[in-house]
Each structure stands twice: as structure tokens, then as C-alpha cells.
């Protein structure tokens, strides 16, 4: 009797990435503090769904899936409303309000004897957490989970409450290529060659920076910045120390700093759908008075670098219609490497009930910029 062909196992589905490759059981930024009004609520888009995000007259921040579940209708278009004493959020078609516990408070249609338990209604929460002028909401990989996140919030060290400025930008890309676009080093003096930063006239020079791995992501461990870079010294005079970071899922931050001032610019990558990442930039800063007369010139100049990426985005996107494969080499390259084998790391830790193990490992790397 011959054997049956036997049917191999179905794999386990993954845990910790979407189909679309955005990381779950993640923190993301929704917004700046600004954007949240007290008593006003909007949409955003994260990972593909809707969100509505917003404020109370309290002061409370709340994230909540932005659709009703009634009639599918966005909550983002109601209004807040006060229900036994606590702020809910009103369905413009029929009424129901939500609190920002995500629970069903009220079905206004309902009758005194009708056996429909209004408070088995809910939609998705998303926990929030407000730092320094920055809103950010963790994603579940279960859109049913009502535990505490995995992780703990991004953490940046010590900051003012509220930043210097904030600017916005939008590329269109997934979000891999747009993180690894950022952290590439070798771009900066033909993308961003301009008088005021690495001019050409400064040439390319050997870079020799030491990387060293920190919590889910790397760093370029402290050093001297380039001689090139004259906007350091215009502003702190004198010697400064940078150091630059990423953290999963699309955090990178630089650190500058001297014995009497520190500037950190952070920014932050939120997936809203395949081709669309939201970028945004923040910067805070103490100790360094100049860059307070500074903004007006800093702001426009800092959106104008960011934008200059995001047009290299777009050139990309000429040729990814057409090829998908790209070429990655050493030294340059090993940082796009680098965030690929984090999130394989996440998604099989996820996926096999353990810690992360950060499969990073200190090393020197060396280019021309």
C-alpha cells in the first residue's frame, strides 16, 4: 500500500507585524500635544485603520478605533458629551457615546425595558501616553487585547515640557523605506549639500564612527561631531559632543550637548498606509539662548532639509515601479541591515512568547560623507 502524501503543518501565524510588515505591540506617535483641543477629537491614520484622537474637557488625551460600530459611521465627526459624570465621545447618526475606556455608555434609542446591554458595545481603545509636548499610542497586535502594553512608552531622557518647534512632513513610501532613507549616512552631502550645512566646498571626508547596540535598536555612541558642520559651533560655540539613536518601530533621535547646553531633535515615523509614512520632527532644547532667536530661520531650514529627503523618496518610488530588489552594501548600508534583523528579531520573539534579544553587536563603521 503506497503512503499517503502527508500535509505539512501549517506555520504559526506571526506575531508582532502586520501583512502590510508595520510592527504591533508597538508605540506610535499620534500627534503633538498641540494638536489635541480640549473637547475636540480628528482622525489620523495608523497602520492602515482609523483613528480618532483627541482631548476632553478635562485634559484627558484618548485614542479610539474612528468607527462606530453601529452603522460604521467615523466618531472623529461627533461630539464630546458629558454621561454620568464622565466625558464620552457621541455617534453623529444615532447617538451612542463611547468613553474613552472604549465602552458603549449610552444607546439613547433604547427603551426602559429593552434586554440589549448597551455596555457589551465597545470599540478598539488604544492606551496613550503624553510626554514633553508628544502624544503617542500603543497597538495591540490582538485588536481585542485589553491588557498593558508590553512595552514601555519611548523614553528620550531628560526634556522640557514642551519643545522649541515641531514640523510635519508626509513621504510616500512604506515605512521601511523611509527609516532606512533617514538613517543612511553616505546621502547627506549630495542631498543636503547646502551653505549652511556641509557645504561641497568642504569635499567628502572619512568617517569613523563607533555603533554600539541599545534597547531595540543602536546608536552612534557619543563623539565630535564632523569639522564640517558649522551650524554646531554657530550655535553652541565651542566643543559639543553628538550622539545619534534609533529604537524600533521608527524613533531616531540626535543628541547635541556641551558642559552648558543640550539640543535633542527627535523624529518620529508613523506608518498611515503602504505608501504613506507621517513624519514628524521635534526639537527641545536648554541652556543655548541663541537658538530661541534662532527658530524662525531654524524651523524653515529644518522642513527644508526633511522635505529634501522626501523628494529622494520620490525619485525612488520612479524606480521601485519597476524593480524591487535594491543593492545594499558595506559599511554603508549595514544600518538598513541592521533595522531589517531588528524586526525579524521582534516578530520571532513575538512570536515565541520571549524576551528580545538584540542581535546588534558594537563594531566601527567607516564611510566617506
Same mark, same amino acid.
Given at each position: ?26 508605540? +506610535? ?18 497602520? #492602515?485603520?482609523?483613528?480618532? /484622537? ?35 465621545? @457621541? ?29 457589551? /458595545? ?13 502624544? +503617542? ?13 508590553? /512595552? ?19 513621504? =510616500? ?29 568642504? #569635499? ?6 563607533? *555603533? ?11 563623539? @565630535? ?56 520632527? *521635534? ?33 525612488? =518610488? ?20 541592521? +533595522? ?30
Amino acid at each position: 500500500m503506497a503512503d499517503s502524501a502527508s500535509t505539512p503543518p501549517a506555520s504559526a501565524p506571526k506575531t508582532g507585524i502586520t501583512e502590510e510588515g508595520y510592527l504591533t505591540d508597538s508605540w +506610535y506617535l499620534a500627534a503633538p500635544s498641540t494638536e489635541l483641543v480640549a473637547g475636540k477629537q480628528h482622525r489620523i491614520m495608523v497602520l #492602515g485603520e482609523p483613528v480618532v /484622537v483627541g482631548r476632553t474637557p478635562a485634559g484627558e488625551a484618548f485614542a479610539l478605533r474612528d468607527i462606530c460600530p453601529h452603522r460604521l459611521v467615523p466618531l472623529s465627526a461627533g461630539q464630546q458629551l458629558e454621561t454620568d459624570g464622565e466625558w464620552t465621545l @457621541q455617534c453623529p447618526y444615532h447617538g451612542w457615546r463611547f468613553g474613552t475606556d472604549g465602552g458603549c455608555k449610552l444607546m439613547p434609542s433604547l427603551t426602559d425595558d429593552s434586554p440589549y446591554d448597551s455596555s457589551k /458595545v465597545k470599540v478598539r481603545r488604544y492606551p496613550v501616553h503624553e510626554a514633553n509636548g508628544a502624544v +503617542y499610542l500603543y497597538v495591540a497586535h490582538n485588536p481585542r487585547a485589553d491588557t498593558p502594553p508590553i /512595552v514601555p512608552p519611548p523614553e528620550f531622557g531628560p526634556l522640557p515640557d514642551k519643545p522649541g518647534f515641531v514640523i510635519h512632513d508626509v513621504f =510616500n513610501a512604506h515605512m521601511d523605506d523611509a527609516v532606512v532613507g533617514l538613517m543612511d549616512p553616505a546621502h547627506v552631502p549630495f542631498v543636503h549639500n547646502q551653505w549652511w550645512w556641509r557645504p561641497p566646498s568642504t #569635499g567628502l571626508k572619512l568617517k569613523e564612527k563607533p *555603533f554600539i547596540p541599545t534597547e531595540r535598536g543602536w546608536a552612534i555612541d557619543r563623539h @565630535q561631531p564632523s569639522s564640517n558642520s558649522k551650524l554646531y559651533r554657530w550655535v553652541f560655540g565651542g566643543k559639543v559632543e553628538t550622539e545619534i539613536r534609533f529604537q524600533l518601530p521608527g524613533y531616531r533621535w540626535e543628541i547635541i550637548s556641551n558642559d552648558t547646553a543640550r539640543l535633542l531633535t527627535l523624529t518620529c515615523l508613523t506608518p498611515e498606509a503602504p505608501k504613506r509614512t507621517r513624519i514628524t520632527q *521635534f526639537t527641545w532644547w536648554t541652556g543655548a539662548p541663541l537658538l530661541h532667536l534662532a527658530v524662525p530661520i531654524a524651523k524653515p531650514m529644518a522642513r527644508k532639509f526633511l522635505r529634501q529627503d522626501g523628494d529622494m523618496v520620490d525619485l525612488q =518610488n520612479m524606480g521601485l515601479a519597476h524593480q524591487k530588489a535594491m543593492m545594499w552594501i558595506d559599511d554603508i548600508d549595514i544600518q538598513a541591515k541592521w +533595522y531589517q534583523r531588528l524586526k525579524r528579531e521582534w516578530t520571532e520573539c513575538r512570536s515565541e512568547g520571549r524576551d528580545f534579544a538584540n542581535p546588534i553587536e558594537a563594531r566601527v563603521l567607516r564611510w566617506m560623507s
